[in-house]
């Protein structure tokens, strides 16, 4: 490609830090040295080859971003001539997440989540005392983030540190602080040592921990996550012995015999994903694990990522083996630097042992993990947006179909499944798929993950069998956590939708929350009492809507714009017209931005908000404020 | 070689081919919309070929870049050639079946080792062979050329030697196989198929044959002189003897475009008159005893052009043009009536329907036709022909339709202008993506990528000549001495030294440039000539 890349040169530094992941440049037209011995008359690095390089582009902007905390002009300028990306393109890309900045930033950064579980646990106060202390600071930023997925941990922060090696020596740039004061941050800021590094960390996003009805969260606390051994001892690989003994089509018909559903939001048939895949055409299909959990109130897959990432990577292989793919990737939010380091040493482990890489225990099968990091971008939690991201473009969605079981990753026939229903993967073959469907009710079979948090005693993940309700779930996370009385819960999320105490009996299925209007989306269940002034949620919801529509459909772009500004103006009571009046046209908004985008956050942005109004009626919006 | 001159394939094939080599051509700034067709394939997963001496833009997107001297195009091709025979990768069933003369062309090629082509054209060996084995082996393949390839002294055995290897591995008559000479305007194609060709009469009809003559003398109640004229270089070649004493330029710029100006201007002031057809007053015009002044060809007219890929397609007229200035045929008819010959009232269509009664490749396609498509493509023989989408099936018909083709050995023969001490660098010529050739149509108009003239070094003989970027030096060749500041560029290499001839006003490129032409076609070695770089005041 003829690509113009015009401004600063890189620096030394600069270079380094892009050249520790794409290696040193083989050519002068990629940044290199000029040497016409062997280049002045062939091109050493051209055409097809120089352009499938792209999909390194997100992780050379990482390299840069945790080097510097930012990217200058030089890096990037170099990092365009490195991939051949055109700047324009590579600059639409870097400026479409969250985590990466254009502008300088100080090296070490405080997000602050802002979203709903901390909000109502302070985030606001300690988000202002913060940008108070760092005021002017050359060393400290402090940044206002969306759901951090620490919501058992509320008012919870991430630190970010960029540098030339992470100084608190653990092989990445920050960590998490659960239950964040200015003090703790300091401490944390200090010493280089943060909350998710405590050995109580896991004890406490699992407050069943140790049960024996537990399968998913079975081994968390109890498996050293980067142990093989371990982890076989404890069961491990059961599954994939089973599936390798069995072979491709058994494996599948067992997933599909299963009933699994798919635990991301969708509850599509694992099992008929796979077969699709596995009768696609062609040699190269890939598996891509979604764990790009970023639905404000989830936090589930990052409990497995953290506590048992070899069950995920278990389940991994099984789906390559019963599909036919030989690459993998593992698409983590950047926000997850711990589940980052625990599956990056988890897959190193598996690879040492001989059980993932080229001719995989001398069966002639070979296959590789790789984990690429998102940047700050809920949008790529949506599948064919993480496509185009691990790709190196924009995350937008793509229209569909095709499907990505035809058309996904790289354009080839692609698995996509999140990460708590890969986990249901080794049980489903251990069990055998008839034993597993078993369990739960009607068309929701197994065991669920929920993501319990507001004002519950002991907020957490708890894994149940389907079936279980509302009010009994709540229960077992120690009931509501001060003397008022449940207003409502939020199911699914900010994509999902608010139900009232009247609904506390509503078995918590598939099909038992869609008969109520609801949806079980990830499986977050957040409680709020009377003393919650949901006007304030709802405030944040549409905000967080604004924020996160790719733009790529007008009827989103614009709609959660507007969405936020009725919502804004009903909540200084300054209607335009009557509240009725403009109660009325964030329906119609709420109807266009569902009708005509092409993704499920066209979809879903106005859910919460619209089960709100029809539950509490217009007033909710103006809340304790009145 | 084929008989008629066109490009064999349609713009849509080249989307479709496995293997293109883009010989001598940087369409991506000279053929951007036939570009886009390449890049369509380069998309679609075809391996791209780009042989050129400079790694232009065009070769930036190529998966393989051959960088060869200047004028050693037949030591790569011949080389080409011989590898595919020596591995074994020739179609002998195509060559048995469809041609002629290959035991010979066989033996010419047989010194053009790999080895040999790496001495002397400076191109790795092992880069030739595999573009020799990528196009011998690809299911479809296409080489396209333009200027790198033409406006050379021996253009016709450089565009022969690209024939051979499409006839060696059966890389024609087929659909996403063949030959494209990539044409310079919208109707270059056009114009020489409506005979403005030395030797040839509408529909590439022979004027030495007879049974042709006879058939346009029947039509015209005229009689058409019986040999062929002269081509452009013969022309100036003609003014130089005496013979050639009026000039009648329409659309041409030549005090500009032709090599060696210095010459080019004295044969046209020598001239007894010249009378100069065009859209605006060109410098050519200004040398001009009349000025005729024409309306522009894409708005203010009324007719056809026909593009690289022989689609006829209509133009037409969406304003008159400014007062004073006629439409082309108007004039021409108007000229017609003046010594004598009242045509009537001009009327394309008329004209056309004429030209599909003496050209049967065009016989097919009439106005209604080219009304309600997208064109149509010439040969077209009859109005229910669909327009043939490539050239040459004919050549995979069994039994063979028509005569075999012949394969033509062709040797190396190194530009007229060596390399010396006194002028150690080699001068290449060509366009950028901003401006077309003298500028008449395009300095009009201002450009966010137009930088103006500049001599065009690498970085390491800038530094070696002690210049900087942007100075202003004298270039010096054996015919004059012009000034352009110099621009380094990576796209170079030491000894290659790059113009273009847009910005003629300012900078005189072809005072540089040599006149040496082809014996058969007359292109001027516009490619190829030997300067020396001094500072000024040194």
């Not at chain 1, 529509?549 to 459909?553: D, H």
């Given at each position: 490609m003829d690509i113009k890349v015009t401004g600063p040169e890189p620096t030394e530094a600069e270079k380094k830090a892009v050249d520790a992941v794409?290696?040193?440049?083989?050519?002068a037209w990629a940044g290199g040295k000029r040497d016409l011995e062997r280049e002045g008359r062939i091109s050493l690095l051209g055409g097809n080859r120089a352009r499938s390089?792209?999909?390194q582009l997100l992780p050379a902007f990482h390299a840069v971003q945790e080097r510097f905390g930012w990217i200058p002009p030089g890096a990037f300028n170099y990092i365009c001539k490195r991939l051949t990306v055109p700047p324009a393109e590579a600059y639409g890309v870097a400026t479409f997440?969250?985590?990466?900045?254009m502008e300088h930033r100080p090296p070490t950064e405080v997000h602050v989540c802002e979203d709903i579980a901390c909000r109502i646990k302070g985030s606001g106060a300690l988000c202002e005392n913060l940008e108070k202390k760092y005021e002017g600071s050359q060393s400290v930023g402090v940044r206002k983030s969306p759901c951090l997925g620490l919501c058992e941990s509320a008012p919870a922060a991430l630190i970010l540190r960029s540098g030339e090696s992470d100084p608190s020596g653990n092989g990445f740039g920050g960590g998490a602080i659960g239950e964040a004061t200015p003090e703790k941050i300091q401490a944390s800021l200090d010493?280089?040592?943060?909350?998710?590094?405590?050995?109580e960390w896991l004890t406490h996003a699992v407050p069943?921990?140790?049960?024996?009805?537990?399968?998913?969260?079975?081994?968390i606390g109890s498996?050293?996550?980067?142990s093989v051994e371990d982890y076989h001892i404890q069961g491990g690989f059961e599954g994939l012995a089973k599936a390798f003994a069995i072979g491709p089509a058994a494996t599948i018909a067992e997933v599909i015999a299963s009933g699994l559903m798919g635990?991301?939001?969708?509850?599509?048939?694992t099992g008929k994903k796979w077969e699709a895949v596995a009768q696609a055409k062609g040699d190269t299909k890939y598996v891509v694990c979604n764990?790009?959990?970023?639905?404000?109130?989830?936090f589930k897959d990052r409990v497995i990522m953290e506590g048992d990432p070899l069950s995920l990577i278990e389940g991994i292989l099984i789906a390559a083996l019963a599909t036919g793919a030989k690459k993998g990737f593992i698409y983590i939010r950047g926000e997850y630097p711990l589940a980052i380091a625990r599956v990056r040493s988890a897959i190193d482990a598996v690879r040492a042992a001989g059980?993932?890489?080229?001719?995989i225990q001398g069966t002639g099968l070979s296959f590789d993990i790789e984990i690429r990091k998102g940047a700050?971008?809920?949008?790529?939690?949506?599948e064919t947006a993480l496509f185009n991201s691990i790709e190196g473009k924009r995350g937008e969605p793509r229209n569909k179909p095709p499907f990505p079981v035809h058309?996904?990753?790289?354009?080839k026939p692609t698995v996509i499944n999140n990460v708590e229903t890969l986990a249901n993967i080794p049980w489903i073959l251990r069990m055998g798929g008839a034993a597993y469907s078993a369990i739960g009710t009607g068309n929701s079979k197994g065991q669920k993950l929920f993501c319990v948090s507001g004002h519950v005693k002991k907020p957490g993940v708890y894994e149940t069998p389907?079936?279980?309700?509302l009010r009994e779930l709540i229960t077992l996370a120690?009931?509501?956590?001060?003397?008022a009385p449940i207003k409502a819960v939020l199911l699914g999320g900010a994509a999902g939708a608010f139900v009232g105490?009247?609904?506390?009996?509503?078995?918590?299925t598939f099909e038992g929350t869609r008969a109520i209007g609801a949806t079980l989306g990830s499986g977050v269940v957040m409680v709020f009492d009377q003393t919650t002034d949901l006007g304030d949620i709802l405030v944040r919801i549409a905000a967080f809507f604004r924020d996160e529509?790719?733009?790529?459909?007008v009827p989103c772009r614009v709609g959660a714009i507007r969405q936020e500004e009725l919502i804004a103006r009903l909540r200084r009571g300054?209607?335009?017209?009557?509240a009725a009046d403009e109660v009325a046209l964030l329906g119609e908004i709420a109807q266009v931005m569902r009708d005509a985008s092409i993704c499920g956050l066209g979809h879903t942005a106005s859910g919460a908000i619209q089960s709100a109004l029809r539950l509490f009626g217009n007033d909710v919006v103006v809340g304790a404020r009145s | 070689m084929f008989g008629a001159g066109g490009?064999?394939?349609?713009?849509?094939?080249v989307e479709k081919t496995d293997v293109i080599l883009l010989w001598g051509s940087n369409a991506r700034e000279t053929h951007p919309i036939f570009f886009h067709h390449v890049l369509k394939g380069v998309h679609n997963g075809a391996r791209l070929f780009a042989i050129d001496p400079r790694r232009t833009s065009s070769a930036r997107w190529a998966d393989s870049w051959l960088g060869l001297d200047v004028g050693t195009d037949i030591v790569v091709s011949n080389a080409v050639a011989r590898e595919i025979i020596a591995a074994g990768l020739h179609d002998r069933d195509f060559i048995a079946h469809a041609t002629t003369g290959f035991r010979e062309f066989a033996e010419s090629v047989e010194s053009f080792t790999l080895e040999y082509a790496e001495r002397e054209s400076g191109v790795p060996a092992q880069a030739i062979r595999e573009m020799a084995h990528a196009y011998a082996t690809a299911k479809r393949a296409i080489i396209c050329w333009t200027l790198?390839?033409?406006?050379?002294?021996n253009a016709v055995d450089n565009v022969t030697s690209l024939i051979n290897l499409a006839l060696l591995t059966g890389h024609?008559?087929?659909?996403?196989?063949g030959l494209n000479p990539l044409r310079?305007?919208?109707?270059v194609q056009g114009g020489g198929d409506m005979g403005?060709?030395?030797?040839?009469?509408?529909?590439?009809?022979?004027?030495?044959?007879d049974a042709f003559r006879e058939k346009f003398n029947r039509k015209w109640n005229a009689t058409v002189p019986p040999k062929r004229g002269w081509n452009l270089t013969g022309m100036f070649h003609a003014m130089e003897t005496g013979e050639l004493k009026t000039l009648y330029v329409i659309g041409?710029?030549?005090?500009?475009?032709?090599?060696?100006r210095n010459r080019t201007e004295s044969l046209l002031k020598s001239l007894d008159f010249l009378v100069v057809q065009d859209i605006y007053l060109t410098p050519t015009g200004e040398l001009a005893d009349v000025v005729l002044p024409a309306g522009a060809g894409w708005c203010e007219s009324e007719g056809t052009v026909t593009n690289s890929e022989r689609r006829v397609q209509r133009v037409r007229k969406a304003k008159e043009p400014p007062a004073g200035a006629l439409d082309d045929i108007e004039i021409l008819f108007e000229l017609a009536k003046r010594l004598g010959?009242?045509?009537g009232k001009p009327c394309s269509k008329d004209i056309w329907d004429e030209l599909r009664s003496l050209s049967p490749v065009h016989s097919g396609i009439t106005y209604e036709r080219l009304d309600t498509g997208h064109g149509l493509q010439w040969p077209?023989?009859?109005?229910a022909h669909p327009g043939?989408?490539?050239?040459?099936?004919r050549l995979w018909e069994k039994p063979l339709n028509g005569p075999p083709v012949s394969f033509t050995p062709v040797a190396h023969d190194p530009p007229v202008e060596p390399l010396t001490p006194e002028f150690p660098l080699r001068l290449t010529t060509g366009r950028r993506l901003d401006d077309y050739n003298t500028?008449?149509?395009?300095?009009?108009f201002s450009s966010p990528l137009r930088r103006g003239e500049t001599l065009d070094l690498c970085p390491e003989d800038a530094r070696s000549l002690g210049v900087r970027d942007g100075e202003i030096v004298r270039v010096i060749s054996r015919r004059g001495a012009i000034e352009a500041p110099v621009r380094a560029t990576q796209s170079l290499r030491p000894g290659l030294a790059f113009m273009t001839f847009h910005f003629q006003d300012k900078v005189?490129?072809?005072?540089?440039?040599?006149?040496?032409?082809?014996?058969?076609?007359?292109?001027?070695?516009?490619?190829a000539c030997a300067i020396r770089v001094e500072r000024l005041g040194s």
């Open positions: 794409l290696g040193s440049a083989e050519s390089m792209r999909d997440f969250h985590l990466f900045s010493s280089g040592k943060y909350s998710d590094q405590n050995w069943q921990m140790g049960e024996s009805q537990l399968r998913l969260l079975s081994r498996v050293d996550p980067a635990r991301g939001g969708a509850a599509f048939p764990a790009d959990e970023s639905e404000p109130g989830t059980i993932i890489g080229e001719n700050g971008a809920y949008i790529c939690g949506e058309v996904g990753l790289f354009n389907f079936g279980i309700t120690g009931g509501t956590s001060g003397s105490p009247e609904h506390l009996d509503v078995p918590l529509s790719c733009g790529q459909c300054e209607p335009n017209g009557s | 490009g064999t394939n349609s713009y849509g094939e790198g390839i033409t406006e050379h002294h024609v008559g087929k659909y996403g196989s310079g305007q919208n109707n403005a060709l030395p030797d040839r009469l509408p529909g590439f009809q022979h004027v030495e044959v041409e710029n030549p005090l500009q475009s032709e090599a060696d010959h009242d045509w077209c023989w009859d109005e043939e989408m490539y050239l040459h099936s500028g008449v149509q395009t300095s009009g005189n490129t072809n005072i540089l440039t040599i006149d040496e032409t082809d014996p058969k076609a007359g292109t001027a070695e516009f490619k």
